[in-house]
């Protein structure tokens, strides 16, 4: 059973403010991702871990950033929040040598 | 530049149809593919994959069926029901093991 969590699910928010976007998983996956989707387009990879303190930014420049402190544990933090953060945020995990990511429901952004 | 392409937005299919959702990809190293399946304020769900060792794989009303020598994949969905209507997405790892997603296909299964 996977089980990812996603904290919030929806979150409106104003210009300038500081966000983390909250990532579990119970699964003791090593690997995690944050990927970024707008409506109507692909997923993009934004940043991702191998491990426990082991982050690395992904194809997509953010300008957010991540901690890997713990196995269960993905954070991802935008230290002031702008307009074109709009977007959803999507979590996965997969195990060692396994292809098939898990995935989050998802944190829908929206920065006014 | 994108790697793997769905170039039809959507799809609308009578419901105990066949739905084929197509895929392409530009990387020839690309040796392992997979199909999500996205609700609305969701995320994305597993649902089928196929190494290029295969031409074919199957489970339940879904098939994947891969053409190495074209860069090409299909999804194929039999019979379609109305609960099948989601946004899909085909995917590849890259040598680290990151998906590289398709834009995705709108799927409308109408009864």
């Known amino acids: 059973e996977a089980d990812i969590y996603q904290t919030p699910r929806y979150l409106v928010i104003g210009t300038g403010k500081k966000i983390t976007l909250e990532c579990s998983q119970t699964?003791?996956?090593?690997?995690m991702y944050w990927y970024q989707q707008d409506p109507g387009m692909e997923l993009h990879l934004i940043h991702y871990s191998y491990g426990v303190n082991s982050t690395e930014k992904g194809d997509l420049s953010s300008e957010s950033t991540v901690s890997r402190i713990r196995t269960e544990h993905f954070p991802l933090t935008l230290e002031s929040a702008r307009p074109s953060h709009t977007s959803q945020y999507l979590c996965?995990?997969?195990?060692?040598?396994?292809?098939?990511?898990?995935f989050g429901p998802g944190t829908r952004l929206t920065v006014t | 530049d994108q790697q793997v392409k769905q170039n039809s937005p959507s799809l609308s299919v009578q419901e105990g149809r066949i739905s084929i959702l197509n895929c392409d990809y530009t990387n020839s190293m690309f040796d392992y593919f997979l199909w999500y399946k996205k609700y609305p304020a969701e995320g994305p769900t597993f649902l089928i994959s196929i190494s290029s060792i295969k031409d074919k794989n199957e489970d339940g009303r879904f098939t994947v069926f891969l053409n190495k020598s074209a860069k090409h994949l299909s999804l194929h969905i039999v019979p379609s029901q109305p609960g099948d209507s989601a946004v899909y997405f085909c995917?590849?790892?890259?040598?680290?093991?990151?998906?590289?997603f398709g834009k995705g296909t709108s799927l409308l299964v109408t009864p």
């Open positions: 699964m003791g996956h090593d690997k």
């Open positions: 996965a995990s997969t195990r060692t040598r396994s292809y098939e990511q898990y």
């Open positions: 995917a590849a790892p890259d040598s680290g093991y990151a998906l590289n």
